[in-house]
């Protein structure tokens, strides 16, 4: 679960820290209090794009932090991913967003937005202010179901996915035998040409780079010579033997000599080996004409080569394979074609079967599904729903099967269940994606689910029924939630303010963790307005007492 935020330098926000407790963590304030900053710093931390002006005003940048504990259940996934928690089962993950770039850690230790992504999907799930909204396009629904029967449709989905790769590997194959033959005859000419100059050239590794440096060498052979020469007229020794012989006459004399005639010995040694050395290669050193001429035709060959085919002899032999299989193929066009209908035959009828598979899996788990979303609904204050899945097929196959499918409701007895999105309201769609985020809650091991504003377009007796439903998430998962009704932030196990302030002249945004006493005053903000009177109080306790009454319940 989410243990602890730390926010820094973000928007209104100098400085906030955080802990958050098990159960149901409400997060309360004024409009424009900065209650959406805080869910924004998390989606920050989780790898969502950071706008230009999020740094707060004069600071060099702003930083995110998230701390995590780790159940065993997450520890072996995220283990095969490499990521490890601590040995307390610790997982820290930040970010620090600059004006021209930002740096996401997981541990201490750099990684990109896909791995920060994937890690964190595994330990929190946001339900946006506007995701409801996604209800709206049928593609979320069979994503919804197949989140929830993953269980049972993953494998074949896998299996699908796999057969429909080869399936269009093969359409695509089929495609290209549609030409005429006159065409083929001249690829194939053409094929003909490039492997066997490809062959004819005989390449091998390191050949280009031991040419270039002979080239290189005869290229430069009168500059070397002149050099050599010039070398070997300076290294020559006869100053080192004249000063080496005044040194032996006046050597005797004093012992502290000794040790410049050792050096000059040293020194003369050292230039008749360096000499020696230099009249050795001036010795060998010869320069051919034809040599170099031939060096010189052999790099543009193999540089035309590699100009056509690969940078690399390795580029270059496997553009050759896979030409000599495309020639094969056109050389065999008649029982490759018909080799290649049967496979396609085949591997439709195998994707053909898997999608059925599939599909009946899922009209299954549907049943299940729906069922359970509807008795949902009914503790969300739908008095008389019927909701259920239609299932449609696709003209065409796709990686995740044939199935369209569509999620059904009638919210009055007596009328025709009608496609989601032409029933309901803003307020009606909060609510049912309020019973599916229920129903996968339990049907999946994500610790942490934050709600932002999950009270959009609902209040009263329906107010009251969400809030119970947020705590019966709580019970198996820790649940953080923005809020403006009091209904909801009764049923909190910790409560947070989120205030704004102006100090030093500089609009700040603050957040604190409530008592008792001043949570069953910020009820009474949120129950009665402007005004607090000493009836609103009471009714606010009393909304209080009545909401741990609730939560006691088994």
């Known amino acids: 679960m989410l243990l602890e935020l730390h926010v820094r330098n973000l928007a209104l926000i100098e400085r906030a820290d955080v802990e958050f407790g098990d159960g149901l963590n409400i997060l309360t304030g004024e409009t424009g209090a900065g209650k959406s900053i805080i869910i924004g710093s998390v989606n920050l931390a989780l790898g969502q794009k950071a706008p230009k002006d999020i740094i707060r005003s004069g600071a060099e940048y702003a930083y995110v932090e998230l701390v995590f504990s ?106 290209e035998t549609k030409g005429d033959e006159e065409s083929r005859k001249r690829e194939a000419d053409f094929l003909r040409f490039e492997i066997g100059e490809i062959e004819e050239a005989e390449l091998k590794e390191g050949e280009e780079e031991e040419l270039t440096e002979r080239y290189r060498k005869y290229s430069n052979g009168r500059k070397i010579m002149e050099g050599l020469s010039a070398a070997y007229q300076a290294v020559d020794t006869d100053g080192v033997g004249q000063a080496l012989h005044q040194i032996n006459e006046v050597a005797s004399w004093d012992k502290q000599l000794q040790e410049i005639q050792d050096q000059l010995y040293d020194v003369e040694s050292i230039l008749n080996d360096v000499r020696h050395a230099i009249g050795a290669y001036l010795d060998d050193m010869t320069f051919d004409e034809e040599e170099m001429a031939r060096i010189e035709q052999r790099l543009d060959q193999i540089h035309s080569i590699q100009s056509k085919y690969g940078s690399t002899v390795e580029y270059i032999y496997q553009a050759l394979e896979e030409k000599k299989e495309r020639l094969e193929k056109l050389e065999n066009f008649d029982e490759y074609r018909k080799k290649t209908k049967a496979e396609y035959k085949k591997v439709t009828e195998k994707l053909e079967k898997l999608c059925k598979g599939l599909s009946k899996e899922r009209m299954a788990s549907a049943k299940i599904l729906t069922e359970q979303i509807r008795k949902g609904l009914v503790e969300l204050n739908f008095l008389d729903v019927d909701f259920s899945m239609e299932f449609r097929r696709l003209k065409n196959y796709t990686a995740l099967g044939y199935d369209e499918a569509e999620f059904m409701i009638s919210t009055n007895p007596g009328e025709p269940k009608r496609a989601l999105g032409m029933v309901a309201s803003g307020g009606e769609l909060s609510r049912i994606m309020l019973a599916i985020k229920t129903v996968l809650a339990d049907s999946d091991e994500i610790p942490t689910l934050i709600f932002d504003e999950i009270d959009t377009g609902i209040s009263g007796r329906t107010a009251q029924k969400v809030s119970e439903q947020l705590a019966v998430i709580s019970r198996g998962h820790q649940v953080i939630c923005i809020t403006h009704l009091p209904q909801i932030a009764a049923m909190a196990d910790c409560h947070y303010e989120i205030a704004k302030s102006v100090e030093k002249g500089k609009t700040t945004t603050r957040i604190c963790r409530l008592e008792e006493d001043a949570m069953v005053e910020e009820l009474a903000r949120l129950l009665g307005g402007a005004q607090i009177t000493d009836a609103v109080r009471q009714n606010a306790r009393e909304m209080k007492a009545m909401a741990d009454r609730i939560r006691q319940r088994p």
């Not at 069979?142 to 399936?167: C, G, H, M, N, W």
């Open 70 to 175: 780790v159940k065993d259940e997450q520890r072996g996934q995220l283990e095969e991913w490499e990521i490890f928690p601590d040995e307390n089962g610790l997982l820290i993950v930040t970010r620090k967003i600059m004006p021209a770039r930002s740096v996401s850690k997981i541990n201490d230790e750099t990684v990109t937005m896909a791995r920060l992504r994937q890690v964190t999907g595994l330990l929190m799930d946001i339900h946006g202010q506007h995701e409801h909204q996604s209800l709206l396009h049928v593609s979320k629904h069979l994503e919804i179901l197949d989140t929830f029967a993953k269980s049972r449709t993953s494998p074949i989905k896998d299996q699908v996915a796999d057969a429909y790769r080869r399936y269009k590997t093969l359409q695509s194959a089929l495609e």
